[in-house]
C-alpha cells in the first residue's frame, strides 16, 4: 500500500510558468519534507513542515513556496520556473521526534521538465 | 554540510561478495543516521538507521557502523546480489529537534555477476 504518494510523476512546464506538485500521505506524520534531487546528486532539503509550522532552509530560492492545508496534504509551488529548476522533487514524511523514530518515508518523487 | 558533485563514486563487486559503504558526515554534533537505498527513477528507500548512542547497528544482511570520532559511518551489505544494485546515501540529522537531514553525495553500487 502506498504510504508516500507524489502526484504527478512527470510533469513538464515552461519557463516561467507556475507549477504545482503535491504529496500526499497514509501514515498519518507530524513532518512533511520536500527536497530537490538532481541528476547524479544527492537529495537537497528545500523546506519542511512540523505540523502546521513551516521550516525553510536559508539558501531555498523565494521561487519554491510550500503549503500544507491538512496533515495529509502538503503542495510544492514553483512560481516561476527556469531552466535549472529542472530535477527530481521528493517528498518525505516522519513522525513526531518524541515517539522516539525519526525514520524518513519518501515518496516515488516528481520528475519536473522546464522547456 | 551540503553534498556536492556531479559525479557519484563507485564501488564494483562480484555477486556474492561482501560490500563496504563508507560516508563521511559533517556535523560532530549529529545524533542520527539513516542509510538510503536509491533505484533509478524511484524515491530514496529506507535501510537502516543508528544513534549516535551506539556504534554498530545489524539488519537483515546489513551492518550499520559509526566511528564519531572520526565522523565516519559505513554500510555493510554480506553476500551482495543482482538487487542491490543502487545508489546509496548517508543521511545525517542535524536539526534542533531533529527534523533537518543532510545527505552525503552517495555511491553507486554496482553488482557484477
Known amino acids: 500500500d502506498a504510504m508516500v504518494i507524489q502526484n504527478p510523476r512527470y510533469q513538464v512546464t515552461q519557463f516561467g510558468k507556475p507549477v504545482t506538485l503535491s504529496c500526499s500521505q497514509t501514515l498519518n506524520h507530524n513532518v512533511m519534507y520536500w527536497y530537490q534531487q538532481k541528476s547524479s546528486q544527492a537529495p537537497k532539503l528545500l523546506f519542511h513542515?512540523?505540523?502546521?509550522?513551516?521550516?525553510n532552509e536559508a539558501d531555498t530560492p523565494d521561487n519554491f513556496q510550500s503549503r500544507r492545508p491538512n496533515t495529509s496534504f502538503c503542495f510544492l509551488d514553483i512560481r516561476s520556473p527556469g531552466l535549472g529548476d529542472a530535477a527530481m522533487y521528493l517528498c518525505a514524511t516522519s513522525r513526531d521526534p518524541g515517539q522516539g523514530s525519526d525514520t524518513q518515508y519518501f515518496g516515488p518523487g516528481t520528475r519536473l521538465t522546464v522547456l | 554540510g551540503e553534498s556536492v558533485g556531479l559525479h557519484l563514486p563507485t564501488l564494483s563487486v562480484q555477486e556474492g561478495d561482501n560490500s563496504i559503504i563508507n560516508c563521511a558526515y559533517s556535523?560532530?554534533?549529529?545524533?542520527?543516521f539513516i542509510w538510503y537505498k536509491q533505484e533509478s527513477g524511484k524515491g530514496p528507500q529506507f535501510i537502516i538507521d543508528i544513534r549516535s548512542n551506539m556504534d554498530k547497528r545489524q539488519g537483515q544482511r546489513v551492518t550499520v557502523l559509526l566511528n564519531k570520532t572520526v565522523k565516519h559511518l559505513s554500510l555493510q551489505i554480506a553476500a551482495t546480489q543482482p538487487g542491490d544494485s543502487a545508489v546509496y546515501f548517508c543521511?545525517?540529522?542535524?536539526?534542533?529537534?531533529?527534523?533537518?537531514?543532510?545527505f552525503g553525495p552517495g555511491t553507486r553500487l554496482s553488482v557484477l555477476p
Open positions: 543521511a545525517e540529522n542535524i536539526g534542533n529537534y531533529g527534523q533537518n537531514f543532510v
Open positions: 556535523n560532530s554534533a549529529s545524533d542520527y
Open positions: 513542515y512540523y505540523d502546521k509550522d513551516f521550516n
